[in-house]
């Protein structure tokens, strides 16, 4: 189907109601519909259809004030995702521990394409001063040891897409030049671990292992984030290799545990 008069394909029902869910984002969690049709470049009236819509079946939420957010429902279906919610459930009590042991913020990441994802987060403390993270941030693969260890072990396509930039650089210290970066994932897969320094914040330094799911192959990341001043990668990565394979070790067995049949 074409547009009148431009004869351009007009955008499906479901493009549109993914652009209304897309305007949400973790700086805009609460939006109008004026913003909502702004943030998707719907039109307002083809917006208050699609969002009436995504009401009335809980993937939105509406406030007493008329604004919008991410309904519960939808929250429900995205828990459902095999590679998150088993993964994120192992691994948090081992999380929780590294954070009781080392006083810095622990934390599993996934790959999703060329971003790294926070699957789960334990922090010390209410104030941690640097490298916060929530469950559901992205993270570039480039600028933080547990991205540098997914990267590291990722197919060597996404290596190439990644290497051949551009490279953002978050701080001075970020790589931003390919063969610098390929130099850094060689030097993980020598070493099994990965440690980055200044270069996602500039007070921030994290520590990253594997986490190594059915046939060894790496499906996660444990890693640490801690102010960079007293950071000691020395004292820090025998802990959070031990995380890192309890976390392997309940992955493996996850998968291959049989289903109780219904």
């Known amino acids: 189907m074409t547009t009148p008069h431009t004869g351009t394909p007009e955008r499906s029902l479901v493009d549109r109601a993914l652009s209304v869910l897309s305007a949400f984002d973790r700086q805009n969690r609460t939006l109008t519909l004026s913003d909502i049709s702004r943030r998707s470049g719907l039109p307002l009236a083809t917006t208050h259809r699609i969002v009436n819509r995504l009401l009335s079946w809980g993937a939105l939420e509406r406030s007493d004030e008329g604004s919008y957010s991410i309904g519960l429902r939808l929250w429900e279906t995205g828990t459902l995702a ?16 590294l954070r009781a042991r080392t006083s810095a913020g622990a934390l599993l990441m996934i790959r999703d394409g060329l971003d790294g994802v926070c699957l789960a987060f334990a922090v010390h403390g209410p104030n941690l001063p640097v490298g916060r993270a929530e469950s559901g941030d992205r993270m570039p693969l480039h600028a933080c040891a547990a991205g540098l260890v997914l990267l590291a072990h990722a197919d060597e396509a996404v290596q190439n897409q990644v290497c051949e930039g551009p490279l953002r650089a978050y701080t001075p210290a970020t790589p931003v030049h390919g063969a610098a970066l390929r130099q850094a994932l060689a030097k993980v897969r020598r070493e099994g671990y990965a440690v980055a320094h200044r270069t996602l914040e500039p007070d921030c330094a994290s520590l990253a292992f594997p986490v190594r799911g059915a046939g060894r192959a790496v499906v996660a990341a ?3 984030m801690a102010p960079a001043d007293t950071f000691q990668p020395a004292k820090l990565a025998p802990l959070v290799s031990a995380a890192a394979d309890a976390v392997s070790q309940q992955a493996r067995s996850a998968t291959s545990r049989p289903r109780t049949a219904l």
């Not at 998150?84 to 929780?96: F, G, R, T």
């Open 82 to 97: 095999p590679r998150c919610s088993p993964l994120a459930e192992a691994a948090l009590p081992h999380l929780m521990e």
């Open 222 to 224: 444990v890693a640490v």
